[in-house]
């Protein structure tokens, strides 16, 4: 990474962040000063590391997208989503679990990932693939095999399995789709 990507990343990252930005400004800065002094083993580590702290600030925003639980339901959210989409080829994802009535729901949600691309086709073409396609406000999503699968400003994809289709829709309406599009722009 240049001095230029460098500054301009401690820049982005100084402004708007939660607290731990002050961890990932530093962790930059100390990339910063190894680069210079020539450790660049060291600056990439710590670039490493400031990456990661960035991925788990993304992730609890993503979080926040998930509906709270319905009434007399119980909501898990599943903070090992990241380290399954590293094998999938990055991005960022949050999912939730929801118990209930003797039932298990669970809506995920993923961003940036290339599973995410490679499902549009086949939401476009839902009737191909023997599917229904089922608007949520103004969203598509595709239901089959107990699965409901939609995708948000082609960079999000959300998807709810474990119900009914009208108990996931129920659920799935809850997530706020304008604020969605706008995610990390």
Known sequence: MTRFSLATAALV???????TADEISETLQSARDAYEAGDTTYALEELDYARQLLLALKT??????????PEGWTREI???MNAGLAMMGGGTGAEATYAGDGKRMTIT???????????????????MYGARVERVGREKFMIKD?????LVANRFLVKANGAT???MIALV???????????GL
């Open 60 to 69: 609890d925003a993503l979080a926040g997208f998930l509906p709270d639980a």
């Open 78 to 80: 599943n903070t090992e």
């Open 109 to 127: 949600i993923m961003a940036d990932n290339p599973m995410v691309g490679a499902m549009s086709g086949m939401i476009a073409n839902a009737a």
């Open 13 to 19: 990252i100084g402004f708007g962040l939660p607290a």
């Open 146 to 150: 107990g699965e409901m699968t939609g």
């Open 165 to 167: 289709p009208e108990e």
């Open 173 to 183: 309406e809850q997530i706020d789709f304008r604020a969605l599009r706008g995610f």
